[in-house]
């Protein structure tokens, strides 16, 4: 067993009292312009959104809600880069806030290092292929209703790298015989007949004719 030696002089009870550290941060800032401030303001914060690290938390929605609040946001000398570097820790809230404190101290000194260890993280590969591949239209769901669902998978995971024609292919193979036959005749014949933004429009017609 290894003892702590304590200077001489010091109670024994200050070996075991919580002190305030100086905890180093993940973030490694870019220089900015000499006699530039930056100081984070409420109306900042105020038009950015939160996430909270929750299951029913979508991380994908909270970077592009984040980018667009971002672009209101100009400080004179320095970057949007980093500008979002610096204000998307204060989005973080309760476990996200406190899984950007277990990073590696001076990990991140960009922002695509920063968006990709948060995707990592609450949307790993294994939960895009996941929502992507068992997709199956619900009993009594009309097509107009697994259309705009599949849609909205998509959008959830933008960096899938699955492609247009695969997702089309996903999509008719998650549909019931039903609609399959409706989907085949609404395209002419079938479906493959047609490339994907072909069938994508086809799809949007008949979810608008069906709605």
Same mark, same amino acid.
């Given at each position: 067993?290894?003892?702590?030696?304590?200077?001489?002089? %010091?109670?024994?009870?200050?070996?075991?009292?919580?002190?305030?550290?100086? $905890?180093?941060?993940?973030?490694?800032?870019?220089?900015? =312009?000499?006699?530039?401030?930056? =100081?984070?303001?409420?109306? @900042?914060?105020?038009?950015?959104?939160?996430?909270?690290?929750?299951?029913?938390?979508?991380?994908? @929605?909270? $970077?592009? =809600?984040?980018?667009?609040?971002?672009?209101?946001?100009?400080?004179?000398?320095?970057?949007?880069?980093?500008? *979002?570097?610096?204000?998307?820790?204060?989005?973080?809230? %309760?476990?996200?806030?406190?899984?950007?404190?277990?990073?590696?101290?001076?990990? $991140?000194?960009?922002?695509?290092?920063?968006?990709? *260890?948060?995707?990592?993280?609450?949307?790993?590969?294994? *939960?895009?292929?996941? @929502?992507?591949?068992?997709?199956?239209?619900?009993?009594?769901?009309? &097509?107009?209703?697994?259309?705009?669902?599949?849609?909205?998978?998509?959008?959830?995971?933008?960096?899938?790298?699955?492609?247009?024609?695969?997702?089309?292919?996903?999509? &008719?193979?998650?549909?019931?015989?039903?609609?399959?036959?409706?989907?085949?005749?609404?395209?002419?014949?079938?479906?493959?007949?047609?490339?994907?933004?072909?069938?994508?429009?086809?799809? =949007? *017609?008949?979810?608008?004719?069906?709605?």
């Amino acid at each position: 067993m290894a003892f702590v030696i304590l200077e001489a002089g %010091d109670p024994l009870g200050n070996s075991l009292t919580a002190h305030a550290t100086n $905890i180093p941060g993940c973030i490694t800032y870019p220089a900015v =312009e000499e006699g530039s401030t930056f =100081e984070i303001k409420h109306h @900042m914060l105020s038009i950015l959104p939160t996430f909270h690290g929750l299951s029913t938390d979508d991380p994908n @929605m909270h $970077i592009a =809600e984040f980018l667009m609040g971002c672009k209101n946001i100009l400080v004179k000398g320095l970057s949007a880069e980093s500008i *979002k570097l610096r204000l998307f820790p204060y989005t973080l809230k %309760d476990q996200a806030r406190r899984w950007l404190l277990t990073l590696p101290s001076g990990s $991140i000194s960009t922002w695509n290092q920063l968006s990709e *260890k948060f995707l990592n993280k609450y949307f790993p590969a294994s *939960k895009t292929l996941d @929502m992507r591949l068992s997709f199956a239209q619900k009993p009594n769901e009309q &097509f107009h209703e697994a259309w705009e669902r599949f849609k909205e998978l998509n959008r959830k995971c933008p960096h899938s790298g699955i492609s247009s024609t695969d997702q089309v292919h996903i999509f &008719f193979r998650g549909l019931n015989m039903t609609t399959k036959t409706l989907v085949n005749a609404s395209c002419g014949g079938s479906y493959k007949d047609k490339n994907a933004q072909e069938a994508c429009l086809s799809f =949007e *017609k008949m979810a608008a004719d069906t709605q």
